[in-house]
């Protein structure tokens, strides 16, 4: 059973205050296994090498969500865990990830999760990835994930990474490698305050011929904290990328935005559009004509932007 | 009531220092229900009025009193408050805002769909197509003009201000343009200050105001001041609308 706070965190990157009875799940909480959950559709094992679970998702599996929260309530956890995804051809799941970090002590929290992703042909998967921060403590709520995924011929990939509240540093990876009519897209929304950090580094290799690749990326940086950007799209054969970084920049923050495109076949057809600015004055004045105060309009415009 | 007393709006120019009057000693009344229409070329401070009023800008000179209260130092929410809005000539695109969350933004509380989709109609765009749309660089212009101008139709106000609704707007969404502020004229109770080019829109207005070079140069009933605007400035202004509407700052 989870407590309030455990359940408020879980909440934060799952949108759920429990795990859902009919669901697959596998609960993390200060660095070690929990609760789970599993059917003969999603098979959830411990891996016995190092830290970590591999879920093994059947062929034509349709319609499972399946939940893979980690939860850190204790100051000082030091956590690295690999989790390997097997997802079966023509399978069709959406994976609900992230990590809650509620730290009230005054020593660094952190969690590293080691992701990777072999998703057969012609297979869906949505994967969602919250990142959440709270606590009263001094001690930092650290989070690096380091993201692989392969994607077989014609499977689609749909990842969705949010990071808005209340984690000190991070550093995210993200390697994918696409295969022949494979297409991956990725949303990244980050907002940072305070003295926080976030390095966000992607490379997408689109292998494959008609191979497809989407990099969308919006954040918003506050007060001193600093933020880095660097997805890398690199097309080997006849495909197309189109990445897009997009920062509103506030108070005293930083932001670099370093899109990359390659090209190693004459046939790849890749774009990148980069843009850093201040909330626009227009943006403002006119929510303030409908009677929002300038606070209140900001506001609006972030939650909008970051949606 | 809004009344305008001897109001200026002077800039200095970057360039040189000096100061460059925009508005210059401007007074005028526009009382409860009525329509005024404000008209002249390019440049003359039509836009930097209506700003004023929204309290966009602040006057260098003069007083505006709006309903007796004095708002000439007041903020651009606390006019809102008091019922006053104003529909952008160039509006803002926001990333992310659907255009259903806008209308509810602007009316204040979450608006029902039907009401959102009446407002729509009102300006000649197909609800369904549109509510769940993003405000966004995908929209042409006329579509966010018309949006802008849906947006001001939803709120409940006292005075609402038009800055060249028919800006980037084609013919046939013209004429429910039209339709729709003739329609706003007689059954809600509010002052209207539609700032125009267009012979059609003027048709409507209870008074008109010429202002040019910053000054009024004509105003009064509209009666008595159109016949004589159509000849004056109908080469200069393109009052009749043949050459397209056209933006100005």
């Not at chain 1, 098979?43 to 830290?51: A, G, H, R, S, V």
């Not at chain 1, 949303?187 to 997408?204: D, K, P």
């Amino acid at each position: 059973m989870l407590d309030i706070k455990e359940s408020n965190l879980l909440k934060a990157i799952s949108d759920v205050s429990f795990l859902p009875e009919n669901s697959v799940y596998n609960l993390r909480k200060n660095g070690l296994g929990v609760e789970r959950k599993t059917n003969e559709k999603v098979q959830i094992e411990n891996k016995t090498d190092k830290p970590g679970i591999d879920i093994r998702i059947m062929p034509d599996t349709k319609n499972e969500t399946i939940y893979i929260p980690v939860i850190i309530t204790e100051s000082g956890v030091n956590d690295k865990v690999y989790n390997d995804f097997y997802v079966g051809e023509n399978a069709d799941v959406t994976i609900v990830a992230g990590c809650g970090i509620h730290n009230s002590g005054c020593n660094e929290s952190r969690h590293d999760g080691i992701h990777r992703f072999f998703i057969g042909k012609n297979a869906r998967v949505k994967y969602v990835e919250k990142h959440y921060g709270d606590g009263e403590g001094t001690g930092a709520r650290v989070l690096n994930p380091v993201t692989e995924v392969f994607i077989g011929e014609n499977a689609v990939c749909e990842m969705e990474s949010v990071q808005i509240k209340g984690v000190d540093s991070t550093e995210r990876e993200t390697n994918a490698v696409l295969e022949a009519g494979a297409k991956y897209i990725v949303t990244e929304r980050l907002m940072t305050h305070g003295n926080q950090s976030a390095v966000s580094n992607m490379v997408i290799e689109l292998n494959g011929e008609d191979a497809s690749a989407q990099i969308i990326s919006r954040s918003v940086a506050k007060d001193s904290s600093e933020q880095v950007f660097y997805p890398r799209a690199v097309g080997n054969a006849k495909c197309a990328a189109h990445v897009q970084c997009d920062s509103i920049i506030m108070d005293e923050a930083k932001i670099r935005s370093i899109p990359e495109i390659a090209a190693n076949n004459a046939d790849a057809q890749i774009v990148h559009e980069a843009a850093i600015g201040r909330i626009n004055n227009e943006q403002l004045l006119k929510l303030m004509t409908f009677g929002l105060d300038e606070t209140e309009a900001e506001e609006i415009i972030i939650q909008g932007f970051l949606k | 009531m809004l009344e305008l007393k001897n109001v200026g709006f002077t800039v200095k120019n970057e360039a040189d220092g000096k100061n460059l009057e925009i508005i210059e000693d401007v007074s005028f009344t526009l009382e409860d229900g009525k329509f005024l229409v404000i008209t002249g070329p390019n440049g003359g401070g039509k836009s930097t009025l209506a700003r004023l009023i929204m309290g966009i800008e602040k006057p260098t000179k003069g007083q505006i009193l709006y309903n007796g209260t004095d708002i000439t130092n007041m903020s651009i929410d606390e006019r809102a408050k008091l019922g006053i809005g104003y529909a952008f000539q160039q509006p803002p695109r926001f990333k992310g805002l659907t255009v259903r969350r806008l209308l509810s933004l602007a009316h204040g509380s979450e608006l029902p769909e039907d009401e959102c989709c009446s407002y729509l109609t009102r300006v000649g765009l197909c609800s369904m197509d549109y509510l769940n749309r993003e405000v966004d660089s995908s929209l042409s212009g006329g579509e966010v003009k018309r949006i802008e101008i849906a947006s001001l139709m939803a709120r409940d106000l006292g005075l609402a201000i038009y800055d060249e609704p028919e800006a980037g707007i084609d013919l046939w969404s013209f004429q429910m343009l039209v339709k729709s502020f003739r329609m706003l004229s007689s059954e809600k109770n509010e002052s209207v200050i539609i700032i125009s080019h267009q012979e059609r829109i003027m048709q409507l207005a209870d008074e008109v105001i010429v202002i040019a070079d910053g000054k009024i140069r004509t105003q009064g009933a509209k009666d008595e001041i159109l016949p004589t605007l159509l000849g004056e400035f109908d080469r200069k202004c393109d009052l009749r609308g043949e050459k397209g509407a056209e933006g100005n700052a």
